[in-house]
């Protein structure tokens, strides 16, 4: 694709408001915007309408089925294909497409995860339309994104409660714009930016480690002689094997309506980044599930495989995925921009105020959030934020909050100029907020850097539980501004309170020092859930049931059984894992490393049926080798013997517990054996590929 096409080619397989525009009656899109923006109910005879306008389009693009788009708690998307045939009576097909197709469908409910919401033998479930994301094409198939609920009405997916969230944020943030006087805005989206980061190896290489088919991501492999000490990968030369697949990435997603804008290498061998412009969090989580498959639909086309697991190398940098939150009107204002005066901007501090008041409150569903067996490698290195929840405000913004606090007079400090250093350069005014690359949410000017997230995980969750938990603060201070007899003072004493219960929310410094979360721990009292089992139970205590019960975003029900699938899904990607490493283990290494002190035990036998004196060194090694072998053949006997208590154990909760701290670790001994075995054995014996080869020759 050459330049000058990209902009005629953007959105080429999008049903979208240009095209809608162009393909319905004045009457159909007016209603269907209605829709879109304030969730007017759209008649029947209109759903026809724009059902056959869709379709339509699909087919003059190659489209011979639709399909309804969702996106289950499986983690990944789910498709259903129905072609556009209909018999018409006299052997042959028409193409028909209905309003009712468009609206509803019905896969089985029971085949995906529900948390013990349905049965095997109760497995009607439905899909329904959400008209506020696009319609696309995909493998030559027009995808309808949609809801999916049970028969009960129950969700599950992971798009309705975020559909839920967003109506909640909606409401209470119009509410606070009323109260000071804006009148204009009919209704306030959150948007969202997610910066993707990936590994690409080579494909050759990807199928020779059943690991990585199977998990995801490298269970053995030994530290490579180089990593990413240098720091010479992070930002530099792309490889052209590399900027091949991105260019057509970029062609893909483009096509896709997906407005990706930044690429680059990040900090360990072989890591990239993708980073899209914002859009409304609704159509930003879809488009990141579409990357994420595009993403290795791509990579396989250049002989790739592309790994969005959190941590597929140990020793070098995992990958995340940065979620930048923002909240504007439908006017093109941004809640969260400070403007040219922090200090005089009321309306921005109210609904600052609002995030820190959330964040506190609810620092056990932020964690629960991004809560996952893959991400509990990142949380805590030096790599991601650590997993206790704090909040980067810079200083400017922390002594403006103080200084109300205190009821002190604040002098601004945007006269301050930052240097660059080289004198033929612009000075440029400070910011008004660095970054902190260690803090689990930094605000970064005019939104919020959630950094947390695992690379492979949807944006869904960690955006309903900012949506809902800010939501929930605005309804507060609503319901106690709109009472006020006097809105300003009341306003400023508001904030003053609420910085001072929720500042122990803040920290400006080192995420990563050890101090750091000592004091967090012991003097702030903030949580530290350093892993998903601990975290997991948080989610419904009565505090948090009454949260999403209020704002509708889930029954207790609902709760419940997310909170089952989550802890069931971490013990089935252990168990998985555990019995891939028994796998490789018995069949793989064991086998290869016997092989190779039979060869050196043949040699030293002929060296010294001549020289008994002779290969010493050959004689040290096989010892060695012996020793370790006899380890790794008893870890492997202790892992089955634990795997086997896993199973005994009773409920979910309890099972993710025990293999947390059972199970892990014997795998982590297991895999310290076979490391050091590998460190040891001639390269032609080891029977897959090393961290070097992986990493460097792509």
């Given at each position: 694709?050459?330049?000058?096409?990209v902009?005629?080619?953007?959105?080429?397989?999008?049903?979208?408001?240009?095209?809608?525009?162009?393909?319905?009656?004045?009457?159909?899109?007016?209603?269907?915007?209605?829709?879109?923006?304030?969730?007017?109910?759209l008649?029947?005879?209109?759903?026809?309408?724009?059902?056959?306008?869709?379709?339509?389009?699909?087919?003059e693009?190659?489209?011979t089925?639709?399909?309804?788009?969702?996106?289950?708690?499986?983690?990944?998307t789910?498709?259903?294909?129905?072609?556009?045939i209909?018999?018409?009576?006299?052997?042959?097909?028409?193409?028909?497409?209905?309003?009712?197709?468009?609206?509803?469908?019905?896969?089985?409910?029971?085949?995906?995860?529900?948390?013990g919401?349905?049965?095997?033998?109760?497995?009607r479930?439905?899909?329904?339309?959400?008209?506020t994301?696009?319609?696309?094409?995909?493998?030559?198939?027009?995808c309808?994104?949609?809801?999916f609920y049970?028969?009960?009405?129950?969700?599950?997916?992971?798009?309705?409660?975020?559909?839920?969230?967003?109506e909640a944020?909606?409401?209470?943030?119009?509410?606070?714009?009323?109260?000071?006087?804006?009148?204009?805005?009919?209704?306030?989206?959150t948007?969202?930016?997610?910066?993707?980061?990936?590994?690409?190896?080579?494909?050759?290489?990807?199928?020779?480690?059943?690991d990585?088919?199977?998990?995801?991501?490298?269970?053995?492999?030994?530290?490579?002689p180089?990593?990413?000490?240098?720091?010479?990968?992070?930002?530099?030369?792309?490889?052209?094997?590399v900027?091949?697949?991105?260019?057509?990435?970029?062609?893909?997603?483009?096509?896709?309506g997906?407005?990706?804008?930044?690429?680059?290498n990040?900090?360990?061998?072989?890591?990239?980044?993708?980073?899209?412009v914002?859009?409304?969090?609704?159509?930003?989580?879809?488009g990141?599930?579409?990357?994420?498959?595009?993403?290795?639909?791509?990579?396989?086309?250049?002989d790739l495989?592309?790994?969005?697991?959190?941590?597929?190398?140990?020793?070098?940098?995992?990958?995340?995925?940065?979620?930048?939150?923002?909240?504007?009107?439908?006017?093109?204002v941004?809640l969260?921009?400070?403007g040219n005066?922090p200090?005089?901007?009321a309306?921005?501090?109210l609904?600052l105020?609002?995030?820190?008041?959330?964040?506190?409150?609810?620092?056990?569903?932020?964690?629960?959030?991004?809560a996952?067996?893959?991400?509990?490698?990142?949380?805590?290195?030096?790599?991601?934020?650590p997993?206790v929840?704090?909040i980067?405000?810079g200083?400017?913004?922390?002594?403006?909050l103080?200084?109300?606090?205190?009821?002190?007079?604040?002098?601004s400090?945007e006269?301050?100029?930052?240097?660059?250093?080289?004198?033929?350069?612009?000075?440029?005014?400070k910011?008004?907020?660095?970054r902190?690359?260690?803090?689990?949410?930094?605000?970064?000017?005019?939104?919020?850097?959630?950094?947390?997230?695992?690379?492979?995980?949807?944006i869904?969750?960690?955006?309903v539980?900012?949506?809902?938990?800010?939501?929930?603060?605005?309804?507060?201070?609503?319901?106690?501004?709109?009472?006020a007899?006097?809105?300003?003072?009341?306003?400023?004493?508001?904030?003053?309170?609420?910085?001072?219960?929720?500042?122990?929310?803040?920290?400006?410094g080192?995420?990563y020092?050890?101090?750091?979360?000592?004091e967090?721990?012991?003097?702030?009292?903030?949580?530290n859930?350093?892993?998903?089992?601990?975290?997991?139970?948080?989610?419904?205590?009565?505090?948090?049931?009454?949260?999403?019960a209020?704002?509708?975003?889930?029954?207790?029900?609902?709760?419940?059984?997310?909170?089952?699938?989550?802890?069931?899904?971490?013990?089935?990607?252990?168990?998985?894992?555990?019995r891939?490493?028994?796998?490789?283990?018995?069949?793989?290494?064991f086998?290869?490393?016997?092989a190779?002190?039979?060869s050196?035990?043949?040699?030293?036998?002929?060296?010294?049926?001549?020289?008994?004196?002779?290969?010493p060194?050959?004689?040290?090694?096989?010892?060695?080798?012996?020793?370790?072998?006899?380890e790794?053949?008893?870890?492997?006997?202790?892992?089955?013997?634990?795997?086997?208590?896993?199973?005994?154990?009773?409920?979910?909760?309890?099972k993710?517990?025990?293999?947390?701290?059972d199970v892990?670790?014997?795998?982590?001994?297991?895999?310290?054996?076979?490391?050091?075995l590998?460190?040891?054995?001639?390269?032609?014996?080891?029977?897959?590929?090393?961290?070097?080869?992986?990493?460097?020759?792509?």
């Amino acid at each position: 694709m050459s330049a000058n096409h990209v902009p005629e080619t953007f959105g080429c397989l999008v049903f979208n408001d240009k095209v809608m525009r162009e393909r319905l009656p004045e009457d159909a899109y007016s209603a269907l915007k209605n829709t879109i923006q304030i969730g007017k109910k759209l008649a029947p005879d209109l759903a026809d309408i724009i059902a056959g306008a869709m379709k339509d389009w699909a087919v003059e693009n190659g489209c011979t089925h639709y399909s309804h788009w969702f996106q289950p708690m499986t983690g990944v998307t789910a498709e259903k294909h129905d072609s556009f045939i209909e018999p018409d009576g006299a052997d042959s097909v028409i193409m028909e497409f209905s309003g009712k197709a468009l609206v509803k469908g019905e896969p089985d409910a029971s085949s995906f995860p529900s948390g013990g919401l349905r049965a095997t033998f109760e497995a009607r479930g439905y899909t329904a339309w959400d008209p506020t994301s696009y319609a696309f094409i995909k493998n030559e198939t027009l995808c309808i994104p949609t809801v999916f609920y049970s028969y009960g009405g129950e969700a599950l997916d992971q798009k309705t409660p975020l559909l839920r969230s967003m109506e909640a944020i909606n409401r209470q943030a119009l509410r606070v714009l009323r109260l000071f006087g804006d009148e204009e805005t009919r209704f306030v989206h959150t948007n969202v930016g997610p910066e993707q980061e990936y590994f690409l190896i080579d494909k050759q290489l990807y199928n020779s480690r059943e690991d990585l088919i199977l998990t995801g991501r490298t269970l053995f492999g030994a530290k490579p002689p180089r990593g990413q000490e240098m720091d010479d990968h992070y930002f530099g030369s792309i490889r052209p094997r590399v900027i091949a697949f991105m260019k057509e990435l970029d062609e893909e997603l483009w096509k896709h309506g997906i407005y990706a804008k930044t690429r680059h290498n990040e900090a360990a061998p072989a890591q990239h980044e993708m980073a899209p412009v914002y859009t409304t969090t609704n159509l930003a989580t879809d488009g990141n599930q579409l990357t994420m498959e595009l993403m290795k639909k791509v990579a396989e086309k250049h002989d790739l495989a592309c790994l969005l697991h959190e941590k597929p190398f140990a020793g070098v940098n995992g990958s995340g995925k940065h979620n930048n939150w923002s909240l504007s009107t439908n006017t093109g204002v941004n809640l969260l921009d400070p403007g040219n005066s922090p200090m005089e901007n009321a309306q921005f501090l109210l609904f600052l105020t609002a995030v820190i008041k959330a964040v506190d409150e609810h620092q056990d569903l932020l964690r629960i959030s991004v809560a996952g067996a893959g991400n509990d490698h990142r949380l805590g290195a030096a790599e991601a934020p650590p997993a206790v929840v704090s909040i980067f405000l810079g200083t400017e913004l922390t002594e403006i909050l103080e200084s109300i606090e205190n009821d002190t007079e604040y002098e601004s400090k945007e006269a301050i100029q930052m240097k660059v250093g080289v004198h033929v350069l612009p000075r440029f005014p400070k910011d008004n907020s660095d970054r902190n690359r260690t803090s689990p949410l930094a605000f970064t000017g005019n939104k919020f850097e959630f950094r947390m997230l695992g690379s492979a995980a949807s944006i869904s969750s960690p955006n309903v539980m900012l949506n809902t938990g800010v939501a929930d603060a605005l309804m507060q201070f609503a319901d106690e501004l709109e009472a006020a007899t006097d809105f300003h003072a009341t306003l400023h004493d508001l904030v003053k309170r609420e910085f001072h219960l929720h500042k122990r929310i803040i920290f400006n410094g080192n995420g990563y020092d050890d101090a750091w979360i000592a004091e967090a721990t012991k003097q702030r009292g903030l949580l530290n859930l350093v892993s998903t089992p601990e975290a997991l139970p948080y989610f419904t205590h009565p505090k948090n049931l009454e949260l999403f019960a209020k704002h509708k975003v889930f029954t207790s029900a609902e709760m419940f059984s997310r909170c089952e699938i989550m802890q069931e899904n971490y013990c089935k990607v252990l168990i998985i894992e555990a019995r891939t490493m028994l796998d490789m283990a018995q069949k793989q290494i064991f086998p290869a490393v016997t092989a190779y002190i039979k060869s050196l035990s043949e040699t030293v036998q002929a060296a010294r049926a001549i020289d008994k004196t002779l290969c010493p060194a050959e004689a040290d090694l096989v010892g060695r080798l012996s020793a370790l072998s006899a380890e790794l053949y008893a870890r492997i006997g202790e892992l089955k013997v634990v795997l086997e208590k896993a199973n005994d154990q009773a409920g979910a909760e309890a099972k993710s517990k025990f293999i947390r701290t059972d199970v892990v670790p014997v795998m982590r001994a297991l895999r310290a054996a076979a490391d050091e075995l590998e460190t040891l054995t001639a390269k032609s014996y080891w029977p897959y590929p090393t961290y070097s080869d992986m990493l460097f020759y792509v």
